[in-house]
């Protein structure tokens, strides 16, 4: 079974441009979550999908946004890149449904640069 | 509430010992609870689990327990491996948040030969 996938593994931005990234959760998996973790705050919740539906919501400026495709595909854009949004942004996928929380299986992550 | 990361602190054990991870949760709301490994350049990965109805649960080499008097989770390793040197991450997960989870500043475990 493959795991979570996440593209670009790496990349290169300057400050005021914009980033799009995606996240292809476990077959099956349609939950996804993002977290944003950094050496100074560690892993930051940003927010979670489930059925193309944003469900939860952590506290990021608007610039953060995703959204869910029907085959449960995710993606995350960051516009007007700071600095500080320099971190690896990690996607998450479960199986979850109502009735609570479950193992949340992680990608290998987006290293994010900005110059 | 959440838990942010200022510094992240080691502990050093000898192969073979047992080592002991500590982790204070901010939420008594939190009902479920989840350990994570992160190797360099990789992604968390899942260790094991505990709802808040239990305290104690048990896996492969690993066993969580889970003091809701005090707030506390701690993580015990049995005989210690070189390939156990991480980073390791508590996160709770409180009462209707669905998936979102907050995560602990995470402890890095250094294995000596």
């Known amino acids: 079974k493959a795991g979570v996938t996440q593209t670009p593994r790496y990349l290169i931005k300057t400050r005021g441009q914009q980033v799009t990234l995606s996240c292809s959760p476990i077959?099956?998996?349609?939950?996804v979550s993002w977290y944003q973790q950094t050496p100074g705050q560690g892993l930051q919740f940003l927010f979670e999908?489930?059925?193309?539906?944003?469900?939860n919501k952590g506290n990021f400026p608007g610039r953060f946004s995703g959204r869910q495709f029907s085959n449960s595909r995710s993606e995350m854009n960051v516009s007007t890149l700071e600095l500080g949004d320099s971190a690896l942004y990690l996607c998450?996928?479960?199986?979850?449904?109502?009735?609570?929380?479950?193992?949340?299986?992680f990608g290998a992550g987006s290293r994010l640069t900005v110059l | 509430g959440e838990s942010v990361g200022l510094h992240l602190p080691t502990l050093s054990v000898q192969e073979g010992d047992n080592s002991i991870i500590n982790c204070a949760y901010s939420n008594s709301a939190s009902d479920y609870f989840i350990w994570y490994k992160q190797e360099s350049g990789k992604g968390p990965q899942f260790i094991i689990d505990?709802?808040?109805?239990?305290d104690k649960r048990q896996g492969q080499r690993v066993t969580v327990l889970l003091n809701k008097t005090v707030k506390h989770l701690s993580l015990q390793i049995a005989a210690t491996q070189p390939g156990d040197s991480a980073v390791y991450f508590c996160?709770?997960?409180?009462?209707?948040?669905?998936?979102?989870?907050?995560f602990g500043s995470g402890t890095k475990l250094n294995v000596k030969p």
């Open positions: 998450a996928s479960s199986v979850t449904g109502d009735s609570g929380a479950n193992v949340l299986t």
């Open positions: 505990i709802r808040s109805n239990m």
């Open positions: 077959s099956g998996h349609r939950s």
């Open positions: 999908y489930f059925s193309e539906t944003q469900r």
């Open positions: 996160a709770e997960n409180p009462r209707y948040n669905f998936n979102k989870f907050y």
